[in-house]
């Protein structure tokens, strides 16, 4: 994730980067592509703007 020119994830950061990822992974395999955005972020328990930003 990060290269020579960008700084590593904060652990936090980190933490929801990968919990956004298993949820998404989740959300797609149970309402298919078109699952919400909105709909994953709730999932994940992170607001959509920390959805977005990862």
């Known amino acids: 994730m990060a290269t020579d020119t960008e700084r590593p994830l904060r652990a ?3 933490r929801n980067a ?3 990822l ?3 992974r989740a959300a797609f395999a149970d309402l298919g ?3 919400p955005l909105e ?3 709730r999932r994940a328990d992170v607001r959509i703007r ?3 930003n990862h």
């Open 22 to 24: 298993r949820t998404a």
């Open 33 to 35: 592509p078109d699952a």
């Open 12 to 14: 936090d950061a980190a």
């Open 39 to 41: 709909e994953i972020a």
């Open 50 to 52: 920390t959805l977005y």
């Open 18 to 20: 990968q919990r956004i």
